[in-house]
Nanobody, 125 residues
Framework: VQLQASGGGLVQAGDSLSLSCAASGGTFATYAVGWSRQAPGKGREFVGAISRSGGSTFYADSVEGRFTISRGSAKKTVYLQMNKLQPEDTAVYYC???????????????????WGQGTQVTVSS
C-alpha cells in the first residue's frame, strides 16, 4: 500500500492542524496506522496509532489529550487532529501502516511495511 501524508504547515502556539494519510494500491483496512515525528537532530518519535478497525488508539504521553487519530469512513484515509500545538511539536510528521500494531508503537523501522513521505509541521511561539 502506498501512503501520502499531507496537511502540514506553519501555525502559532495554541492553534490546531489536521494531517491526512491517504492510502492507495492496497487494502488499507487490513493495516494498523501510526504517526511518528522527527525533529531536527532527534530520532523518530512515536506520536500515536490506530487499529485496523479504528476501535483502538494509543498515544504518546506528550500528545495524549491534544492529538486524536481517526479513520475515514471510506477506509482510505487516516487523520491526525492536532490541537493546542506547542513549539515542541515542531517536526516532520510521518504516517506508516503495518499489520502489527506493536511495530508502529515502537517505531520499528526494520519491520514497518509502509511509510508515507513526511509533512512538515512548524509551530511558532
Amino acid at each position: 500500500v502506498q501512503l501520502q501524508a499531507s496537511g502540514g504547515g506553519l501555525v502559532q502556539a495554541g492553534d490546531s492542524l489536521s494531517l491526512s494519510c491517504a492510502a492507495s494500491g492496497g487494502t488499507f483496512a487490513t493495516y494498523a496506522v501510526g504517526w511518528s515525528r522527527q525533529a531536527p537532530g532527534k530520532g523518530r518519535e512515536f506520536v500515536g496509532a490506530i487499529s485496523r478497525s479504528g476501535g483502538s488508539t494509543f498515544y504518546a504521553d506528550s500528545v495524549e489529550g491534544r492529538f486524536t487519530i481517526s479513520r475515514g469512513s471510506a477506509k482510505k484515509t487516516v487523520y491526525l487532529q492536532m490541537n493546542k500545538l506547542q513549539p515542541e511539536d515542531t517536526a516532520v510528521y510521518y504516517c506508516a501502516a503495518d499489520r502489527t500494531f506493536h511495530n508502529l508503537v515502537v517505531v520499528d523501522m526494520t519491520r514497518i511495511e509502509n511509510w508515507g513521505q513526511g509533512t512538515q509541521v512548524t509551530v511558532s511561539s
